[in-house]
């Protein structure tokens, strides 16, 4: 199993989010020894969704959107769910994370309706990547090359269309941070 007991990942979210589009990476990062760290709008519990119909389990934030300091991670990860992106875009700071993120080339992870947080950042023009089919228009309006895989990799980028792609978008964010940590300076 990788060891990532050095790698700090960030997740942003907000009501509306896939539970396990949050979760699963979660509990895999952690799992791996990774400490992640929930940003959202405020400290109140978020909720999450189960197919954007159920409501489900909540997760409380660890900090909020303007206490984030992106110099602090390796990595972010962007779940989805269509409400939790949607109200994202909209919160200006957020944009501003995803944006510093890629441009300090760093890892940022996105699945299902989270990359359209790439395309509000304009981080996408000439990249490959998938998504969630509806969102899709955007992301080519935005620029981005958009093929239909369970997981795409481009540099620092990495997507997933959906809940069924997380075993495999699990495997390239952990194998994206071991190799980013491997070629730090000791």
Not at 129 to 153: F, K
Request: hydrophobic letters at 45%; one cysteine or more; aromatic letters at 4%.
């Amino acid at each position: 199993m990788a060891d990532l007991s050095n790698a700090r990942v960030l997740m942003l979210a907000a009501d509306g989010f896939e539970t396990v589009e949050l979760f699963e990476p979660k509990k895999a990062l952690e799992a791996a020894g990774a400490t992640v760290t929930l940003a959202s709008i405020r400290l109140d519990p978020i909720q999450g969704m189960e197919q954007d119909i159920n409501k489900a389990e909540t997760a409380t934030p660890d900090l909020t959107l303007d206490d984030v300091d992106t110099d602090d991670y390796d990595a972010l990860i962007l779940p989805g769910g269509t409400c939790n992106p949607d109200k994202l875009r909209l919160e200006e700071r957020a944009v501003e994370i995803v944006a510093e993120f890629m441009e300090d080339d760093k890892i940022v992870a996105a699945i299902c309706h989270g990359p359209w947080l790439l395309a509000e950042a304009d981080v996408i023009d000439g990249r490959q990547l998938t998504s969630y089919p509806s969102i899709r228009t955007d992301l080519e309006n935005a620029g981005a090359d958009v093929v239909d895989q369970e997981v795409v990799v481009d540099g620092n980028l990495i997507t997933s269309r959906n809940p069924d792609d997380i075993p495999a978008f699990n495997r390239a964010i952990i194998d994206a941070l071991v190799k980013e940590l491997a070629d730090e300076p000791a």
